[in-house]
């Protein structure tokens, strides 16, 4: 061990939560192993880099006053009093005669944890919890990935207090990632679906519908869903990594996909699983059933031959701490839920994987999560954004994860990169999303 990457650190108390926030800020962002000490006598005589984080007096020359949260289990209403702040731009947990002016730890957990999201709030129509309730959109904030920010500043403030720290960071990272809710518009929907929509759009008098309709199924024409060619040849021009969720659950009024048993589907999986990382999608039916979780993860196993471990939920059905707990105990150990449907941004206030702390059972989990933060769908129809305009809206964010070295992760779904009238003009938005992303300024 590199003494001058290590530190000693005093606290009162060594609790899941202290142990769990000191490995997100010291080694995951900064590099940095430590030691945790509740002796306070061993703590004085340490004679490397340390500092102390407790609420009680000690004789230290690095001092930080902790906020309660970190020692405290269970879940009960914390008082949020938001300051602004020159250098870490907005904070909350204020404390008195510290080094910080606030619990960068405590406030970290709490936001990253998604504590706020365990407490009661007004759901929307699908029970989710909605943007609007959280911290970051109440304080606009949910376009900057505040913890980042806060670590960055504390990270000066470690190397003013120990210039001899080695930090290290990781490297900035993209992972494309697109969703097949509906792998085909016309394609593979067998005969009853087929005449479904014969009907549907004869009693709608849509003409062009028909007429497209009858090209694909005559195989004269592409379905306009079917953009797999142009998916793989940007992946394979920039170098791209890729992971695919298909949705696998069973038809319902939130799940159009095809039959987990149709061939032409099945082929279209192994095809691109040949290319990219497969992972589920467990479907709008299946939450809060763990054992239609199961189901689908199978089906998806069974088709690819292969372990799954990689998992977002369709529809963004993100509920804590259900969700997470059913995927933990399934097998998934990487989550790509974490951002909000109807806007762009950072749910957890922060742009690198993490694990999942479970506040439930107060402990560490194994459960790995990539926050996604930019999304097609989005930027169309919340920010508004137009093909022309799309740099405006998705580069400020783009920019955000590269500032702090994080690891990027966009939505695009198969029909939005197709020929379908709706989206027809939005096809090469995806490839400079791409660009933006690997771009080095």
Avoid at 18 to 23: A, G, I, M
Avoid at 71 to 76: A, L, N, P, T
Avoid at 108 to 130: G, H, I, K, Q, W
Avoid at 382 to 405: C, G, H, L, M
């Amino acid at each position: 061990m590199n003494p001058n990457a290590h530190i000693f650190i005093y606290t009162h108390k060594i609790t899941p939560r202290v142990k769990y926030t000191f490995n997100l800020i010291l080694k995951d962002c900064l590099g940095l192993e430590f030691t945790l000490t509740n002796n306070i006598d061993d703590y004085k005589a340490y004679e490397g880099n340390k500092f102390s984080y407790t609420n009680q007096d000690v004789e230290s020359e690095f001092h930080i006053v902790a906020h309660t949260l970190l020692f405290e289990s269970g879940i009960k209403e914390q008082t949020i009093q938001m300051q602004n702040h020159e250098a870490y731009f907005k904070y909350f947990f204020k404390t008195y005669h510290s080094i910080l002016p606030f619990d960068l730890f405590a406030a970290s957990f709490y936001l990253v944890s998604r504590y706020e999201e365990y407490l009661p709030f007004m759901p929307d129509a699908f029970n989710r919890y909605e943007a609007e309730n959280s911290l970051a959109y109440q304080y606009d904030f949910l376009n900057i990935p505040l913890v980042n920010l806060w670590i960055v500043e504390f990270e000066k403030l470690l190397l003013k207090k120990i210039p001899n720290l080695i930090v290290t960071h990781k490297p900035y990272s993209f992972i494309s990632t697109i969703d097949i809710d509906n792998a085909y518009k016309y394609q593979e929907k067998g005969v009853m679906r087929s005449i479904g929509g014969y009907l549907k759009s004869i009693l709608k008098i849509d003409k062009a519908d028909l007429k497209q309709r009858t090209a694909v199924l005559l195989n004269k024409e592409k379905d306009p869903f079917d953009s797999y060619a142009y998916q793989l040849e940007i992946q394979k021009k920039y170098k791209l990594k890729v992971i695919y969720f298909f949705l696998l659950g069973d038809y319902g009024m939130n799940d159009k996909n095809h039959p987990s048993n149709n061939y032409g589907f099945q082929q279209l999986i192994k095809h691109l699983s040949d290319y990219a990382s497969p992972g589920v999608h467990p479907s709008f039916g299946s939450n809060g059933n763990a054992n239609q979780v199961k189901i689908e993860i199978n089906r998806l196993a069974k088709i690819t031959h292969r372990d799954i471990f990689n998992s977002r939920q369709h529809f963004s059905m993100l509920k804590f701490p259900d969700t997470y707990a059913t995927l933990l105990e399934l097998g998934i150990t990487n989550d790509y839920s974490m951002g909000y449907s109807q806007f762009n941004g950072f749910r957890a206030s922060y742009c690198m994987p993490f694990y999942w702390y479970d506040l439930d059972d107060e402990l560490e989990t194994g459960l790995k999560i990539h926050p996604f933060c930019l999304s097609e769908t989005t930027l169309r129809y919340k920010d508004q954004a137009t093909p022309d305009t799309i740099s405006n809206f998705a580069k400020p964010i783009i920019d955000e994860v590269k500032k702090y070295n994080g690891e990027l992760i966009t939505i695009f779904h198969n029909d939005t990169m197709g020929t379908a009238v709706e989206w027809v003009d939005w096809k090469n938005v995806y490839e400079e999303i791409v660009r933006l992303a690997i771009s080095k300024s």
